[in-house]
């Protein structure tokens, strides 16, 4: 039905005086509607995402499929336009006394006109593209009683130092499904004595010590190693102190922390998942801080509403559980991802976030073989 309308506009428009002017229009529009229907299915095949149509109208991708179409055609008319065809009759010869034509000039300013757009096109492009420069993200374990003295029994610490080893092997997990950004293990525990003698000073008298701590930490390795990677800093104390009750994490620009204890300690049920889940969100955390202008809550806010997202104030246990095991990005975060860092990123954020690898058969039997831990509702 909506081909025999559109064939009956088509014919009435043929029969109009304004048809040779409408036809290129008409033409340049159905290539236009064409090259974003193909641009909108490759990404779809190329990064295995399934996109909502008003996520794609309102990315980046539309935008410069938008400009690159713009400068072809505006390329094509700068060639085209105005240059007549041949012709049978032969050039007047000029009236004697007439003033010559430079030859070339027509040509000359064709090509100022195409270098001009191929320039306001890269600089577009360029200036619309994601952000390519995404660091990797290196992970440290405190040494067990870093932040508060520990009157456990070995028991506790060797299941600290155990979960410190499976923490490893997520890492490896996770690095070895997505190329979007890395996670780096740092072999050696932080211990007190890496900071100097003021900033742990000063840091006991914070609210917060660890996320204190660990910022002093990573101002120290910055003047031996200047691009030493954003930093996140698990630890098995409490992270509140002070007037401040912070849960489960802490983050401030390039570092953050994350606590077990709030969980229920280092052997509790379903501390792999929490942590797989915490270093992943931590990572998009930093990331999104550093280049999309994310705003977290602060530490000890008051509770509030929360519908699931992984950027929700998560204020005690419940809610963090629930959140661990249906992780899940909003339509508003997953569109500030794909603009920010493209589409690849955002695949690997939801997929990693969804915790699906984490449950698969091979990495489940590896963490009940090798290290008996049994998953959450495995």
Known sequence: ?????????????????????????????????????????????????????????????????????????????????????????????????????????????????????????????????????????????????????????????????????????????????????????????????????????????????????????????????ASYPPLVLVTAEPLGGGGTRAWFWLNRGPVSVVTTSDWGGPASAGIVEFLAYALVVQSLTIHMQRHCGLAQPPGGSPEGVVVGNVFDLQPGLDAMRSAVLSGHLSRHDERRLLNCFGPEYMRTATTLLGLAWLRSPPVRDNLRKVYGLELLGA
């Open 1 to 225: 039905m909506l081909g025999e309308i559109w064939k009956t506009l088509l014919d009435y428009l043929k029969r109009t005086p304004y048809w040779p002017v409408l036809e290129p229009v008409l033409l340049a529009g159905f290539l236009y509607v064409g090259v974003c229907v193909v641009a909108y299915q490759y990404i779809q095949w190329r990064y295995q995402v399934t996109l909502d149509p008003s996520l794609f109208l309102q990315s980046y991708l539309f935008r410069q499929v938008s400009v690159a179409f713009v400068a072809v055609v505006g390329t094509f008319c700068a060639l085209t336009v105005g240059r007549g065809g041949p012709t049978s009759t032969a050039t007047p010869a000029p009236a004697p006394g007439a003033r010559r034509s430079r030859p070339g000039r027509g040509p000359a300013v064709r090509i100022v006109v195409v270098l001009l757009v191929s320039a306001m096109t890269l600089y577009l492009l360029q200036r619309w593209a994601p952000e390519s420069k995404i660091s990797p993200i290196r992970v440290r374990f405190a040494a067990f009683g870093t932040f508060a003295p520990r009157s456990d029994a070995d028991q506790v610490r060797h299941e600290y130092q155990r979960l410190r080893e499976v923490v490893q092997y997520l890492l490896y997990e996770i690095n070895h499904r997505q190329r979007a950004w890395q996670l780096e293990l740092e072999t050696s525990t932080f211990r007190t004595d890496l900071v100097t003698r003021a900033d742990e000073d000063r840091c006991a008298a914070d609210d917060t010590p660890p996320l204190c701590m660990a910022e002093a930490l990573r101002r120290t390795l910055l003047t031996t190693q």
